[in-house]
């Protein structure tokens, strides 16, 4: 920082061109941020910082404010504006902060980063993610407006500057903003300021000492702007390098988002028979505000491999495409808007009960933040998971979008839509011809679904296999599809129905899949609440249509469709039994499904890896952010140090004199001495003794007069006693104050930039040097 006079005779136009190159500067990272909250919503917050970094910087340089003042005032910055411009939703009004905002706000300091990468874009700003650009903005607007306004080289305010527009893009997407713009922007925004900058420098004025001093200060002049101009142009150029859209672009998400792998859970159709036998009447959940005709999803499958239906993993789009719940899923849906309660009974397991298009989830209870931590949401197929397991007491709210029903006749001229689904493997033979049959009559799309929906259900007989009722096996794997759909007649339930209406509309081209969940039947319809029970548990299947979506289709008989005997035969025109292949061996799939033990051993174990892993890394970036913190002190204390050891260390002896004194000058001037630039020994030891009580300040600023211009050269013995002095006299400064008074001076950047090197001039000026040495003429440079 400099001194008032220099900083208050700054020109306005000057003020503005700072302030005005540090604005556009911040600006860019800030823009950078759009992809991840996926639009304008986070302006308010980063804009908002950005104004009142600016507005504290400003006041910084004007009033002089030491580096601690600044600090202390920005973070009450950050807690008296961070509710209102980050976490609005939490604040009385939206202005006044209440405890839950500070809360937040503190524990956003080390938490909203974890949050930010680990929650997938675009993200919602409701869920607290403000903070980071907040925070940011703000932190980056001090820095860059205080080096701006007050740093002796202006072009240190782009370090700062270039760390946020770094930081922001190691927090963004892998698809950048505005490709190479954010980087042109920057580079030019530096280059245009620092050379107006340098242009409205004034030109040196007249000293006493020689033109070769002023020659030798103007090629410096040049040689600096020459310098300055390299460094705009080095981080302009590595910003592009970050933002040019045909290379590579890596970011933190992409590392600290861990794929989600659903397919190391059991597909839950092998379960179907399972909660049909064993939890007939149990109550395993109940929904409040389900509409009538809405349907509670558990899973959607499309992948099949021969022996179950599972969810595929054929990446993004796909079923097993699930990522962290946040609080703007499902943007795109369109329907009735509802809220529902969900409270589990006796159900447990991985498979998050929902319906529709889940826009956001909110859990509640004992365990609300480990549910919600381990939930995981899959917008294709508009199915939730909770690896941490739900049991008998959880409970959460769903908001969500139930689609409407789409009759036939806004369908007839629908053209499936063109959707990639995983190759089917293991199909039982002929089946393609026994679909091709079912649809050869249907002129449509719709036509088509429906004639192999009705093909199984008007042709088929319902029945669970269940005691008291006709032989039906549990399972769907290839050889039982195949008995199903060759043999003397069609018996079976939901679980090998849809599977067998799936694997037929595939097999001609219809983009179809599995879907498991719970509704209730007719007499159960428009009660206001739903209790889920194995009674109406049910599988269907889902069409894709162009501009419409996923449309379902119940392929099962009704219940009350049963053979009367075993010869009964329900189709007029049966289709030919195939001769199927040795049937492959099957998973046991009549009771509920069970991860074996050494499976969930190594499940464990790679569990426990990775927890370590995180703890290691997340700690790593808590001691990166300390000393990121605490560099600006390391530094200030490392120059200070640097400079006392190069006084005492000079190579001739009156030079060690002279440092000396500058070091107790300096020390004066830390701890807020107003010690005249451009005066005498003897002037300064009047100021200094006036202001700490010490008279033996002015009896050694004679003494260092007398050696440094006197006519001998002092000896080695007469430097240890003068630092020997200096010492004790600088020691005896800080006795007098109170630690957080020492810690200040200690921190303190005053005799960094108060000009020291021009005290000296002006003592050299006002005394006759015996010595050959010219000292350098004072430049503007230095004077700002």
């Given at each position: 920082m400099t001194d008032t006079s220099t900083t208050t005779a700054r020109p306005l136009r000057r003020w503005l061109l700072d302030l005005g190159a540090a604005l556009l500067l911040l600006a860019v990272p800030i823009a950078g941020f759009w992809p991840t909250f996926g639009g304008p919503g986070y302006l308010v917050a980063a804009i908002g910082a950005l104004i009142v970094g600016l507005a504290i910087a400003t006041l910084g340089a004007l009033l002089r404010w030491g580096i601690l003042i600044i600090s202390g005032l920005t973070v009450a910055a950050y807690f008296l504006f961070g509710g209102v411009l980050a976490l609005p939703h939490t604040t009385v009004a939206g202005v006044i902060p209440t405890l839950d905002t500070l809360r937040q706000l503190a524990v956003g300091v080390v938490t909203s980063w974890k949050q930010l990468l680990t929650t997938v874009a675009p993200v919602a700003a409701s869920d607290g993610h403000l903070i980071v650009p907040f925070l940011l903005g703000l932190v980056a607007a001090v820095l860059t407006g205080s080096l701006a306004l007050r740093a002796r080289h202006a072009a240190w305010a782009l370090v700062p500057a270039g760390a946020f527009l770094a930081v922001q893009i190691a927090l963004g997407t892998s698809q950048p903003a505005f490709p190479l713009v954010q980087g042109a922007v920057f580079a030019v925004v530096a280059l245009v300021w620092l050379a107006v900058r340098q242009a409205w420098a004034p030109a040196p004025g007249a000293v006493s000492i020689g033109g070769d001093a002023v020659a030798s200060s103007a090629l410096r002049r040049v040689v600096a702007g020459g310098v300055i101009i390299a460094v705009a142009a080095s981080v302009g150029v590595a910003a592009s390098a970050f933002a040019a859209p045909d290379s590579p672009r890596y970011v933190l998400r992409d590392v600290v988002i861990p794929p989600f792998d659903v397919k190391q859970y059991a597909s839950p159709l092998q379960g179907f028979r399972g909660y049909v036998r064993d939890d007939l009447e149990t109550p395993l959940f109940t929904v409040s505000g389900l509409p009538e005709g809405a349907r509670v999803r558990i899973a959607a499958m499309d992948a099949y491999n021969g022996t179950v239906y599972n969810v595929s993993d054929s990446g993004a789009g796909s079923s097993s495409a699930f990522t962290p719940v946040r609080g703007n899923m499902s943007p795109d849906a369109e329907g009735t808007p509802v809220t529902l309660q969900v409270e589990v009974g006796d159900y447990a397991g991985v498979w998050l009960p929902d319906a529709g298009a889940t826009t956001s989830v909110t859990f509640s209870g004992d365990r609300a933040d480990d549910l919600r931590r381990s939930a995981y949401y899959n917008d294709s197929t508009e199915t939730g998971v909770v690896t941490a397991r739900l049991r008998k007491g959880d409970a959460y709210t769903l908001t969500t979008v139930i689609p409407k029903d789409v009759p036939d006749e806004k369908l007839a001229g629908v053209r499936f839509a063109p959707v990639k689904l995983p190759k089917q493997v293991g199909v039982p033979q002929d089946l393609a011809d026994v679909a091709s049959t079912a649809v050869a009559d249907a002129s449509s799309p719709i036509e088509q679904a429906r004639a192999l929906q009705l093909m199984l259900s008007e042709g088929g007989f319902f029945s669970h296999g269940l005691e008291g009722e006709t032989l039906s096996r549990a399972g769907h794997g290839a050889e039982r599809i195949a008995s199903l759909i060759g043999g003397e007649q069609m018996i079976g339930d939901d679980e090998q129905y849809a599977t067998a209406m799936a694997l037929l509309a595939r097999e001609v081209g219809i983009p179809a899949r599995v879907v498991m969940g719970f509704y209730p039947d007719e007499d159960q319809a428009g009660g206001a609440v739903f209790t889920a029970t194995g009674d109406n548990l049910h599988a269907w299947v889902e069409v894709a249509f162009d501009g419409v979506g996923w449309v379902p289709f119940d392929p099962t008989p009704p219940e009350d469709q049963v053979p009367a005997d075993q010869s009964t035969k329900p189709r007029a025109d049966p289709k030919p039994q195939v001769l199927q292949p040795p049937?492959?061996?099957?998973?046991?799939?009549?009771?509920?499904?069970?991860?074996?033990?050494?499976?969930?051993?190594?499940?464990?174990?790679?569990?426990?890896?990775?927890?370590?892993?995180?703890?290691?890394?997340?700690?790593?970036?808590?001691?990166?952010?300390?000393?990121?913190?605490?560099?600006?002190?390391?530094?200030?204390?490392?120059?200070?140090?640097?400079?006392?050891?190069?006084?005492?260390?000079?190579?001739?002896?009156?030079?060690?004199?002279?440092?000396?004194?500058?070091?107790?000058?300096?020390?004066?001037?830390?701890?807020?001495?107003?010690?005249?630039?451009?005066?005498?020994?003897?002037?300064?030891?009047?100021?200094?003794?006036?202001?700490?009580?010490?008279?033996?300040?002015?009896?050694?600023?004679?003494?260092?007069?007398?050696?440094?211009?006197?006519?001998?050269?002092?000896?080695?013995?007469?430097?240890?006693?003068?630092?020997?002095?200096?010492?004790?006299?600088?020691?005896?400064?800080?006795?007098?104050?109170?630690?957080?008074?020492?810690?200040?001076?200690?921190?303190?950047?005053?005799?960094?930039?108060?000009?020291?090197?021009?005290?000296?001039?002006?003592?050299?000026?006002?005394?006759?040097?015996?010595?050959?040495?010219?000292?350098?003429?004072?430049?503007?440079?230095?004077?700002?």
């Amino acid at each position: 920082m400099t001194d008032t006079s220099t900083t208050t005779a700054r020109p306005l136009r000057r003020w503005l061109l700072d302030l005005g190159a540090a604005l556009l500067l911040l600006a860019v990272p800030i823009a950078g941020f759009w992809p991840t909250f996926g639009g304008p919503g986070y302006l308010v917050a980063a804009i908002g910082a950005l104004i009142v970094g600016l507005a504290i910087a400003t006041l910084g340089a004007l009033l002089r404010w030491g580096i601690l003042i600044i600090s202390g005032l920005t973070v009450a910055a950050y807690f008296l504006f961070g509710g209102v411009l980050a976490l609005p939703h939490t604040t009385v009004a939206g202005v006044i902060p209440t405890l839950d905002t500070l809360r937040q706000l503190a524990v956003g300091v080390v938490t909203s980063w974890k949050q930010l990468l680990t929650t997938v874009a675009p993200v919602a700003a409701s869920d607290g993610h403000l903070i980071v650009p907040f925070l940011l903005g703000l932190v980056a607007a001090v820095l860059t407006g205080s080096l701006a306004l007050r740093a002796r080289h202006a072009a240190w305010a782009l370090v700062p500057a270039g760390a946020f527009l770094a930081v922001q893009i190691a927090l963004g997407t892998s698809q950048p903003a505005f490709p190479l713009v954010q980087g042109a922007v920057f580079a030019v925004v530096a280059l245009v300021w620092l050379a107006v900058r340098q242009a409205w420098a004034p030109a040196p004025g007249a000293v006493s000492i020689g033109g070769d001093a002023v020659a030798s200060s103007a090629l410096r002049r040049v040689v600096a702007g020459g310098v300055i101009i390299a460094v705009a142009a080095s981080v302009g150029v590595a910003a592009s390098a970050f933002a040019a859209p045909d290379s590579p672009r890596y970011v933190l998400r992409d590392v600290v988002i861990p794929p989600f792998d659903v397919k190391q859970y059991a597909s839950p159709l092998q379960g179907f028979r399972g909660y049909v036998r064993d939890d007939l009447e149990t109550p395993l959940f109940t929904v409040s505000g389900l509409p009538e005709g809405a349907r509670v999803r558990i899973a959607a499958m499309d992948a099949y491999n021969g022996t179950v239906y599972n969810v595929s993993d054929s990446g993004a789009g796909s079923s097993s495409a699930f990522t962290p719940v946040r609080g703007n899923m499902s943007p795109d849906a369109e329907g009735t808007p509802v809220t529902l309660q969900v409270e589990v009974g006796d159900y447990a397991g991985v498979w998050l009960p929902d319906a529709g298009a889940t826009t956001s989830v909110t859990f509640s209870g004992d365990r609300a933040d480990d549910l919600r931590r381990s939930a995981y949401y899959n917008d294709s197929t508009e199915t939730g998971v909770v690896t941490a397991r739900l049991r008998k007491g959880d409970a959460y709210t769903l908001t969500t979008v139930i689609p409407k029903d789409v009759p036939d006749e806004k369908l007839a001229g629908v053209r499936f839509a063109p959707v990639k689904l995983p190759k089917q493997v293991g199909v039982p033979q002929d089946l393609a011809d026994v679909a091709s049959t079912a649809v050869a009559d249907a002129s449509s799309p719709i036509e088509q679904a429906r004639a192999l929906q009705l093909m199984l259900s008007e042709g088929g007989f319902f029945s669970h296999g269940l005691e008291g009722e006709t032989l039906s096996r549990a399972g769907h794997g290839a050889e039982r599809i195949a008995s199903l759909i060759g043999g003397e007649q069609m018996i079976g339930d939901d679980e090998q129905y849809a599977t067998a209406m799936a694997l037929l509309a595939r097999e001609v081209g219809i983009p179809a899949r599995v879907v498991m969940g719970f509704y209730p039947d007719e007499d159960q319809a428009g009660g206001a609440v739903f209790t889920a029970t194995g009674d109406n548990l049910h599988a269907w299947v889902e069409v894709a249509f162009d501009g419409v979506g996923w449309v379902p289709f119940d392929p099962t008989p009704p219940e009350d469709q049963v053979p009367a005997d075993q010869s009964t035969k329900p189709r007029a025109d049966p289709k030919p039994q195939v001769l199927q292949p040795p049937p492959p061996q099957q998973e046991p799939v009549d009771l509920p499904p069970t991860v074996p033990d050494d499976r969930e051993s190594e499940d464990e174990t790679a569990v426990d890896l990775a927890l370590i892993f995180a703890i290691i890394g997340w700690s790593a970036l808590g001691l990166g952010i300390l000393a990121l913190l605490a560099s600006p002190f390391i530094v200030i204390g490392a120059v200070k140090a640097t400079r006392r050891r190069r006084r005492k260390a000079a190579e001739r002896n009156a030079d060690r004199i002279s440092g000396g004194w500058d070091e107790l000058r300096d020390r004066a001037v830390d701890f807020g001495t107003p010690v005249p630039t451009g005066a005498t020994h003897v002037e300064d030891a009047n100021v200094i003794a006036t202001a700490f009580a010490e008279p033996r300040v002015t009896t050694l600023a004679r003494r260092a007069e007398a050696e440094v211009f006197g006519p001998a050269e002092p000896t080695t013995a007469d430097v240890e006693e003068f630092w020997r002095q200096v010492d004790e006299i600088v020691g005896g400064m800080g006795q007098r104050m109170s630690f957080w008074r020492r810690m200040r001076a200690r921190l303190s950047l005053r005799s960094l930039l108060s000009g020291t090197r021009l005290a000296q001039l002006g003592r050299i000026r006002f005394a006759s040097p015996r010595r050959s040495a010219e000292p350098t003429p004072p430049t503007e440079e230095n004077n700002d």
